[in-house]
């Protein structure tokens, strides 16, 4: 496969130089472009303020209704996908959430504990229809501290 497109993230310093910068074929490109959706919060993009995804508005919030949390959460980031990689279509996506423990092995003790989002993506590639799945993307956030 050709590879038309250009890895995330760009090395300014090649552009300015005029460098020839790197590429990569579309899986990785959509997979690293869905990656940047995911980590990026809404408005941190000035030049497009709906570029991102909303599970940042959640950051250290409680979660009392975990299930309903998970739906709307599988159901905005279907949509941003949707919207936001064209590339991609048949989405489906799936939320799953746990705790990872952070533990210090000196005194055996959880010091630690931060809330992990894994967020698993499928569809179809539109050019190719190739099959497109990977890995989960995890996201961790709100951490706790044990004294």
Same mark, same amino acid.
């Given at each position: 496969?050709?590879?038309n497109?250009?890895?995330?993230?760009v090395?300014?310093?090649?552009?300015v130089?005029?460098?020839?910068?790197?590429k990569? /074929?579309l899986?990785?490109?959509v /997979?690293?472009?869905?990656?940047?959706?995911?980590?990026? =919060? @809404?408005? %941190?993009? =000035? @030049?497009d303020?709906?570029?991102?995804?909303?599970?940042? %508005?959640?950051?250290?919030?409680i979660?009392p209704?975990?299930n309903?949390?998970?739906s709307e959460? /599988?159901k905005s980031i279907?949509e941003?996908?949707d919207?936001?990689?064209p590339?991609?279509? %048949?989405v489906?996506?799936?939320v799953?959430?746990?705790?990872e %423990?952070?533990k210090?092995?000196k005194?055996?003790k959880?010091?630690?504990v931060?809330?992990?989002?894994?967020i698993?993506?499928?569809? =179809?590639?539109?050019?190719t229809?190739?099959? @497109?799945?990977r890995?989960?993307y995890e996201i961790f956030?709100?951490p706790?501290?044990l004294?």
């Amino acid at each position: 496969m050709l590879k038309n497109f250009y890895q995330i993230p760009v090395s300014f310093g090649g552009l300015v130089n005029k460098k020839k910068l790197p590429k990569q /074929e579309l899986f990785n490109s959509v /997979e690293q472009h869905i990656h940047l959706i995911l980590i990026t =919060r @809404f408005g %941190e993009y =000035r @030049f497009d303020p709906t570029f991102g995804c909303s599970v940042w %508005e959640y950051d250290f919030d409680i979660l009392p209704k975990i299930n309903a949390w998970k739906s709307e959460m /599988e159901k905005s980031i279907s949509e941003l996908l949707d919207k936001q990689e064209p590339r991609l279509k %048949e989405v489906i996506v799936k939320v799953t959430i746990g705790m990872e %423990e952070y533990k210090n092995f000196k005194i055996k003790k959880v010091i630690r504990v931060k809330r992990k989002i894994s967020i698993n993506v499928k569809g =179809r590639l539109v050019s190719t229809n190739e099959k @497109f799945e990977r890995p989960d993307y995890e996201i961790f956030f709100s951490p706790i501290s044990l004294d």
